[in-house]
Protein backbone atom coordinates (compact mmCIF):
# COMPACT_ATOMS: atom_id res chain seq x y z
CA UNK A 1 0.00 0.00 0.00
CA UNK A 2 1.51 3.47 -1.11
CA UNK A 3 2.73 5.97 1.77
CA UNK A 4 0.53 8.99 2.53
CA UNK A 5 1.99 12.39 4.08
CA UNK A 6 0.18 11.70 7.50
CA UNK A 7 1.97 8.12 7.64
CA UNK A 8 5.39 9.94 6.74
CA UNK A 9 5.26 12.37 9.47
CA UNK A 10 3.61 10.17 12.11
CA UNK A 11 6.14 7.01 11.56
CA UNK A 12 7.61 6.56 14.87
CA UNK A 13 10.88 3.79 15.80
CA UNK A 14 10.15 0.31 16.08
CA UNK A 15 9.40 -0.72 19.66
CA UNK A 16 12.13 -2.87 19.33
CA UNK A 17 14.67 -1.18 18.27
CA UNK A 18 15.72 -2.61 14.77
CA UNK A 19 15.16 -0.31 12.12
CA UNK A 20 11.60 0.05 10.33
CA UNK A 21 11.28 -0.02 6.67
CA UNK A 22 7.92 1.36 5.35
CA UNK A 23 7.32 0.58 1.52
CA UNK A 24 5.90 2.98 -0.88
CA UNK A 25 6.73 0.82 -4.01
CA UNK A 26 8.48 0.35 -6.82
CA UNK A 27 11.38 0.00 -4.56
CA UNK A 28 11.41 3.02 -2.89
CA UNK A 29 10.73 2.71 1.35
CA UNK A 30 11.49 5.60 4.04
CA UNK A 31 13.47 3.92 6.74
CA UNK A 32 13.40 4.71 9.94
CA UNK A 33 16.21 4.78 12.24
CA UNK A 34 15.68 3.81 15.91
CA UNK A 35 16.68 7.60 16.87
CA UNK A 36 13.55 8.67 15.21
CA UNK A 37 15.13 9.89 11.91
CA UNK A 38 13.51 9.08 8.11
CA UNK A 39 15.86 8.63 5.37
CA UNK A 40 14.72 7.84 1.95
CA UNK A 41 16.02 4.65 -0.37
CA UNK A 42 15.34 2.56 -3.57
CA UNK A 43 16.69 -0.22 -3.64
CA UNK A 44 17.21 -2.02 -7.15
CA UNK A 45 19.70 -4.29 -8.94
CA UNK A 46 21.78 -3.50 -11.60
CA UNK A 47 24.35 -5.85 -13.49
CA UNK A 48 23.08 -9.18 -11.01
CA UNK A 49 24.32 -6.68 -8.17
CA UNK A 50 21.81 -5.66 -5.32
CA UNK A 51 22.15 -2.01 -4.60
CA UNK A 52 20.96 1.21 -2.62
CA UNK A 53 20.08 4.97 -3.72
CA UNK A 54 19.83 7.46 -0.88
CA UNK A 55 17.35 10.37 -2.14
CA UNK A 56 17.86 12.12 1.31
CA UNK A 57 16.21 13.01 4.84
CA UNK A 58 12.20 13.10 5.43
CA UNK A 59 11.33 16.22 5.87
CA UNK A 60 13.80 18.14 3.76
CA UNK A 61 13.05 15.63 0.56
CA UNK A 62 9.12 15.38 0.35
CA UNK A 63 7.18 11.82 -0.63
CA UNK A 64 6.42 13.36 -3.89
CA UNK A 65 10.01 14.57 -4.30
CA UNK A 66 10.79 11.00 -3.21
CA UNK A 67 8.71 9.12 -5.83
CA UNK A 68 9.69 11.60 -8.55
CA UNK A 69 13.44 10.84 -7.85
CA UNK A 70 12.38 7.01 -8.03
CA UNK A 71 10.66 7.19 -11.66
CA UNK A 72 13.85 9.43 -12.57
CA UNK A 73 15.85 6.44 -11.13
CA UNK A 74 13.51 3.53 -13.15
CA UNK A 75 14.05 5.35 -16.20
CA UNK A 76 17.78 5.04 -16.07
CA UNK A 77 17.17 1.29 -15.60
CA UNK A 78 14.92 1.29 -18.49
CA UNK A 79 18.17 2.53 -20.76
CA UNK A 80 20.18 0.55 -19.55
CA UNK A 81 22.26 2.84 -17.42
CA UNK A 82 23.14 2.62 -13.60
CA UNK A 83 20.87 5.78 -11.92
CA UNK A 84 23.65 5.33 -9.14
CA UNK A 85 26.79 5.50 -10.98
CA UNK A 86 24.86 8.41 -12.88
CA UNK A 87 24.12 10.17 -9.88
CA UNK A 88 27.30 9.30 -7.19
CA UNK A 89 25.24 7.96 -5.08
CA UNK A 90 25.13 4.12 -5.49
CA UNK A 91 26.38 2.58 -2.09
CA UNK A 92 28.69 -0.22 -3.05
CA UNK A 93 31.20 0.93 -1.09
CA UNK A 94 32.24 -2.14 1.72
CA UNK A 95 30.41 -1.74 5.03
CA UNK A 96 33.96 -0.36 6.67
CA UNK A 97 33.55 3.00 4.33
CA UNK A 98 30.24 3.98 4.76
CA UNK A 99 30.05 7.30 6.54
CA UNK A 100 27.93 5.95 9.33
CA UNK A 101 30.96 3.22 9.82
CA UNK A 102 33.81 5.72 9.67
CA UNK A 103 32.41 8.38 11.92
CA UNK A 104 31.31 5.51 14.98
CA UNK A 105 35.03 5.04 14.44
CA UNK A 106 36.18 8.27 15.14
CA UNK A 107 33.85 9.02 17.66
CA UNK A 108 35.26 5.91 19.65
CA UNK A 109 38.83 6.84 19.08
CA UNK A 110 37.87 10.88 20.12
CA UNK A 111 35.72 9.21 23.57
CA UNK A 112 38.89 8.19 25.06
CA UNK A 113 39.79 11.63 26.06
CA UNK A 114 35.67 12.47 26.23
CA UNK A 115 33.88 12.40 28.89
CA UNK A 116 31.10 9.76 28.57
CA UNK A 117 28.12 12.90 28.65
CA UNK A 118 30.07 14.61 25.92
CA UNK A 119 30.58 11.05 24.25
CA UNK A 120 26.78 9.82 24.21
CA UNK A 121 25.56 13.93 23.64
CA UNK A 122 27.78 13.45 20.26
CA UNK A 123 26.58 9.86 19.29
CA UNK A 124 22.74 10.82 20.08
CA UNK A 125 22.93 13.79 17.79
CA UNK A 126 24.63 11.51 14.83
CA UNK A 127 22.23 8.96 15.34
CA UNK A 128 19.08 10.79 15.18
CA UNK A 129 20.23 13.46 12.49
CA UNK A 130 22.96 12.21 10.78
CA UNK A 131 22.90 8.63 9.93
CA UNK A 132 19.21 8.10 8.69
CA UNK A 133 20.43 10.80 6.26
CA UNK A 134 23.72 9.95 4.97
CA UNK A 135 24.88 7.12 7.08
CA UNK A 136 24.99 4.49 4.65
CA UNK A 137 26.10 6.35 2.24
CA UNK A 138 30.41 5.27 0.99
CA UNK A 139 32.26 8.00 2.56
CA UNK A 140 33.83 8.72 -0.43
CA UNK A 141 30.77 9.65 -2.11
CA UNK A 142 29.38 11.83 0.35
CA UNK A 143 28.37 15.12 -1.11
CA UNK A 144 28.26 19.03 0.04
CA UNK A 145 24.15 18.91 -1.17
CA UNK A 146 23.74 15.98 0.37
CA UNK A 147 25.11 17.14 4.05
CA UNK A 148 22.61 20.49 3.59
CA UNK A 149 20.57 18.68 3.21
CA UNK A 150 20.54 16.65 6.07
CA UNK A 151 21.35 20.34 7.66
CA UNK A 152 18.17 21.95 6.83
CA UNK A 153 15.52 20.31 8.84
CA UNK A 154 18.64 20.64 12.17
CA UNK A 155 19.02 24.80 11.31
CA UNK A 156 15.10 24.70 11.52
CA UNK A 157 15.41 23.82 14.71
CA UNK A 158 18.68 24.61 16.56
CA UNK A 159 20.73 26.35 14.05
CA UNK A 160 23.34 26.22 16.95
CA UNK A 161 23.46 22.39 16.63
CA UNK A 162 23.07 22.50 13.06
CA UNK A 163 27.09 24.60 13.07
CA UNK A 164 28.56 21.88 15.10
CA UNK A 165 26.93 19.07 13.51
CA UNK A 166 28.44 20.66 10.27
CA UNK A 167 31.94 21.43 12.63
CA UNK A 168 32.02 17.85 13.77
CA UNK A 169 31.49 16.13 9.88
CA UNK A 170 34.19 17.78 8.75
CA UNK A 171 36.47 16.35 11.43
CA UNK A 172 34.89 13.17 10.60
CA UNK A 173 35.77 13.54 6.82
CA UNK A 174 39.13 14.70 7.38
CA UNK A 175 39.95 11.80 9.25
CA UNK A 176 38.49 9.97 6.44
CA UNK A 177 40.80 11.26 3.94
CA UNK A 178 43.81 10.39 6.45
CA UNK A 179 43.01 7.27 6.47
CA UNK A 180 42.42 6.76 2.40
CA UNK A 181 39.09 6.63 2.49
CA UNK A 182 37.97 9.59 0.92
CA UNK A 183 39.32 12.34 -0.91
CA UNK A 184 37.91 15.59 0.02
CA UNK A 185 35.87 17.18 2.90
CA UNK A 186 32.19 18.13 1.97
CA UNK A 187 31.39 20.19 5.14
CA UNK A 188 34.14 22.65 3.77
CA UNK A 189 31.84 23.64 0.66
CA UNK A 190 28.71 24.52 3.28
CA UNK A 191 30.69 27.78 4.43
CA UNK A 192 28.23 30.51 4.14
CA UNK A 193 25.28 27.91 3.58
CA UNK A 194 23.72 28.18 7.10
CA UNK A 195 22.04 31.07 8.74
CA UNK A 196 24.80 32.67 10.79
CA UNK A 197 23.94 31.67 14.55
CA UNK A 198 23.05 35.11 16.60
CA UNK A 199 26.00 35.84 18.67
CA UNK A 200 25.73 36.62 22.49
CA UNK A 201 27.29 40.24 23.43
CA UNK A 202 30.50 39.62 24.81
CA UNK A 203 33.88 41.71 26.01
CA UNK A 204 35.36 43.40 23.02
CA UNK A 205 37.41 40.35 21.74
CA UNK A 206 39.69 39.44 18.57
CA UNK A 207 37.43 37.10 16.27
CA UNK A 208 39.15 34.05 14.73
CA UNK A 209 39.84 35.59 11.25
CA UNK A 210 41.52 38.27 13.30
CA UNK A 211 44.14 36.28 15.07
CA UNK A 212 46.83 36.12 12.40
CA UNK A 213 47.23 39.78 12.23
CA UNK A 214 46.96 40.09 15.47
CA UNK A 215 49.67 37.91 16.43
CA UNK A 216 51.86 39.54 14.12
CA UNK A 217 51.61 43.03 15.66
CA UNK A 218 51.91 41.13 19.30
CA UNK A 219 55.77 39.21 17.76
CA UNK A 220 56.37 43.26 16.92
CA UNK A 221 55.74 44.97 20.35
CA UNK A 222 57.94 47.07 21.44
CA UNK A 223 57.04 47.76 24.88
CA UNK A 224 58.13 46.00 28.03
CA UNK A 225 59.03 42.47 27.02
CA UNK A 226 57.18 41.22 30.29
CA UNK A 227 53.67 42.59 29.00
CA UNK A 228 54.16 40.70 25.63
CA UNK A 229 55.08 37.95 27.05
CA UNK A 230 52.21 37.71 29.55
CA UNK A 231 49.44 38.16 26.79
CA UNK A 232 51.09 35.25 24.76
CA UNK A 233 50.67 33.41 28.26
CA UNK A 234 47.13 34.44 28.89
CA UNK A 235 46.40 33.44 25.00
CA UNK A 236 47.41 30.04 25.76
CA UNK A 237 45.87 29.36 28.90
CA UNK A 238 42.65 31.64 28.96
CA UNK A 239 42.60 32.17 32.44
CA UNK A 240 41.57 35.61 33.98
CA UNK A 241 43.97 38.91 34.07
CA UNK A 242 43.90 38.25 38.30
CA UNK A 243 44.83 34.55 38.30
CA UNK A 244 48.40 35.42 36.02
CA UNK A 245 49.04 38.62 37.85
CA UNK A 246 49.04 37.46 41.28
CA UNK A 247 50.55 34.12 39.75
CA UNK A 248 53.83 32.78 41.53
CA UNK A 249 56.77 30.51 40.52
CA UNK A 250 55.74 27.97 43.36
CA UNK A 251 52.58 27.33 41.71
CA UNK A 252 54.41 25.63 38.50
CA UNK A 253 55.02 22.09 38.98
CA UNK A 254 56.86 20.94 36.00
CA UNK A 255 54.00 20.84 32.77
CA UNK A 256 51.14 22.20 34.96
CA UNK A 257 50.30 25.14 37.09
CA UNK A 258 48.26 24.86 40.24
CA UNK A 259 45.97 28.02 40.69
CA UNK A 260 44.89 28.20 44.77
CA UNK A 261 41.52 29.07 45.60
CA UNK A 262 42.09 31.88 47.14
CA UNK A 263 42.73 33.69 43.87
CA UNK A 264 39.80 31.88 41.52
CA UNK A 265 36.68 33.74 41.33
CA UNK A 266 34.85 30.07 42.17
CA UNK A 267 37.00 30.18 45.56
CA UNK A 268 38.26 26.27 44.15
CA UNK A 269 41.80 25.23 42.81
CA UNK A 270 41.93 25.68 39.40
CA UNK A 271 44.54 23.16 37.65
CA UNK A 272 46.09 24.58 34.34
CA UNK A 273 47.80 21.86 31.95
CA UNK A 274 50.93 23.47 30.46
CA UNK A 275 51.46 23.08 26.64
CA UNK A 276 55.00 23.10 24.65
CA UNK A 277 54.07 26.38 23.69
CA UNK A 278 52.61 27.74 27.06
CA UNK A 279 56.24 26.41 28.59
CA UNK A 280 58.35 27.92 26.60
CA UNK A 281 56.27 31.60 27.06
CA UNK A 282 56.76 30.45 30.57
CA UNK A 283 60.99 30.26 30.62
CA UNK A 284 60.34 33.38 28.10
CA UNK A 285 59.30 34.89 31.20
CA UNK A 286 61.54 33.87 33.72
CA UNK A 287 64.43 35.30 32.25
CA UNK A 288 62.69 38.42 33.13
CA UNK A 289 61.06 37.55 36.13
CA UNK A 290 65.14 36.67 37.64
CA UNK A 291 64.55 35.75 41.59
CA UNK A 292 60.94 37.21 41.53
CA UNK A 293 58.55 35.48 43.48
CA UNK A 294 56.01 36.51 40.81
CA UNK A 295 55.25 35.06 37.06
CA UNK A 296 54.89 38.33 35.55
CA UNK A 297 56.44 41.10 37.88
CA UNK A 298 56.04 44.78 38.08
CA UNK A 299 58.37 47.63 37.32
CA UNK A 300 58.60 48.00 41.61
CA UNK A 301 60.54 45.82 43.11
CA UNK A 302 58.81 43.22 45.15
CA UNK A 303 55.48 43.41 43.11
CA UNK A 304 53.53 41.80 40.29
CA UNK A 305 52.29 44.02 37.23
CA UNK A 306 49.83 46.51 37.86
CA UNK A 307 45.46 46.01 37.15
CA UNK A 308 46.04 47.16 33.81
CA UNK A 309 49.51 46.46 32.41
CA UNK A 310 48.26 43.91 29.65
CA UNK A 311 45.34 45.76 29.12
CA UNK A 312 47.47 48.88 28.12
CA UNK A 313 49.61 47.01 26.04
CA UNK A 314 46.37 45.96 24.01
CA UNK A 315 46.13 49.49 23.44
CA UNK A 316 49.45 50.34 22.46
CA UNK A 317 48.78 47.30 19.77
CA UNK A 318 46.21 49.91 18.14
CA UNK A 319 43.35 47.64 19.61
CA UNK A 320 41.94 50.17 22.27
CA UNK A 321 38.02 49.55 22.02
CA UNK A 322 38.48 46.32 19.68
CA UNK A 323 39.92 43.86 22.37
CA UNK A 324 40.61 43.26 25.62
CA UNK A 325 42.47 40.61 27.39
CA UNK A 326 39.32 38.93 28.61
CA UNK A 327 37.91 38.45 25.25
CA UNK A 328 41.06 35.77 24.47
CA UNK A 329 38.59 33.52 26.99
CA UNK A 330 35.45 33.92 24.55
CA UNK A 331 37.63 33.64 21.66
CA UNK A 332 39.30 30.30 23.34
CA UNK A 333 35.39 29.17 24.62
CA UNK A 334 34.24 29.95 20.45
CA UNK A 335 37.04 28.07 18.95
CA UNK A 336 37.16 24.99 20.64
CA UNK A 337 33.28 24.63 21.06
CA UNK A 338 33.03 25.44 17.07
CA UNK A 339 35.49 22.61 16.63
CA UNK A 340 33.05 19.77 17.90
CA UNK A 341 36.21 17.92 18.89
CA UNK A 342 35.85 18.96 23.13
CA UNK A 343 33.03 18.68 25.49
CA UNK A 344 30.78 21.12 26.99
CA UNK A 345 32.26 20.34 30.54
CA UNK A 346 35.66 20.08 29.57
CA UNK A 347 35.82 23.90 28.35
CA UNK A 348 33.82 24.88 30.90
CA UNK A 349 35.81 23.44 33.62
CA UNK A 350 39.38 25.00 32.23
CA UNK A 351 37.38 28.03 31.65
CA UNK A 352 36.82 28.03 35.34
CA UNK A 353 33.08 28.02 35.22
CA UNK A 354 30.66 27.27 37.59
CA UNK A 355 27.45 25.18 36.27
CA UNK A 356 24.25 26.37 36.87
CA UNK A 357 22.53 23.10 37.29
CA UNK A 358 22.88 21.01 40.66
CA UNK A 359 23.38 17.56 38.03
CA UNK A 360 25.88 19.29 35.95
CA UNK A 361 27.76 21.09 39.13
CA UNK A 362 28.38 17.75 40.70
CA UNK A 363 29.52 15.84 37.28
CA UNK A 364 31.91 18.74 36.79
CA UNK A 365 33.63 18.15 40.09
CA UNK A 366 35.21 15.32 37.47
CA UNK A 367 38.79 17.14 36.73
CA UNK A 368 38.73 16.00 33.15
CA UNK A 369 42.25 16.57 33.11
CA UNK A 370 43.43 14.00 30.21
CA UNK A 371 40.76 15.34 28.06
CA UNK A 372 41.73 19.49 29.32
CA UNK A 373 45.43 18.65 28.26
CA UNK A 374 44.44 17.61 24.83
CA UNK A 375 42.10 20.20 24.40
CA UNK A 376 44.71 22.87 25.43
CA UNK A 377 47.70 21.56 22.91
CA UNK A 378 45.50 21.35 20.26
CA UNK A 379 44.52 25.04 21.53
CA UNK A 380 48.27 25.83 21.01
CA UNK A 381 48.69 24.24 18.25
CA UNK A 382 45.81 26.05 16.56
CA UNK A 383 47.58 29.89 17.88
CA UNK A 384 50.81 28.48 16.36
CA UNK A 385 49.29 27.82 13.40
CA UNK A 386 47.58 30.95 13.00
CA UNK A 387 50.95 32.63 13.40
CA UNK A 388 52.05 30.74 10.45
CA UNK A 389 48.87 31.86 7.90
CA UNK A 390 46.20 33.77 7.71
CA UNK A 391 43.50 32.33 9.20
CA UNK A 392 39.93 33.17 7.56
CA UNK A 393 38.08 30.37 8.40
CA UNK A 394 37.84 28.24 11.50
CA UNK A 395 37.91 24.86 9.76
CA UNK A 396 41.30 25.26 8.01
CA UNK A 397 42.95 24.30 11.20
CA UNK A 398 41.07 21.27 12.74
CA UNK A 399 42.22 18.08 12.39
Given at each position: ??L????C ?12 K??DG ?11 GKL ?7 EG?E?V ?15 A ?29 S ?15 W?H ?8 RFER ?14 T????LT ?20 G?I??Y?I ?23 K ?5 EA???S ?10 G ?6 A????M??F?R ?6 G?W??I???VW?I????M ?6 I?P ?5 L ?11 D???I???G?T?K????N?M ?5 R??Y?G?AT??G ?5 S ?6 G ?5 A?E?Q???E?K?KVRR ?17 W ?13 D??D???
Amino acid sequence: MPLTDAACRGAKPDPSGKPRKMPDGEGLLLFVSPSGGKLWRMRYRFEGKEKVLSFGAYPGVRLADARALRDKAKRALADGRDPGANAKAALTAPAGDSFETVAREWIKAQSVTWSHAHSKRILSRFERDVFPAIGATAIAEVTAPQVLTMLRPVEDRAPDVAGRIRMTTGAIMRYAIATGRASRDPAADLRGALKPTPRVKHMARIEAGELSGFLWKLHRYDGEPQTRHAIEFVMHTFVRTNELRFGRWSEIDGDVWRIPGTRMKMNRDHIVPLTRQSLNVLARLKEVAGDSEWIVPGGRTGKPISENTMLFGMYRLGYHGKATIHGFRGLASTVLNESGLWSVDAIEKQLAHEPKDKVRRAYNAAQLLPERRRMLEWWSDYIEAAEKKSVTDLSDLFI
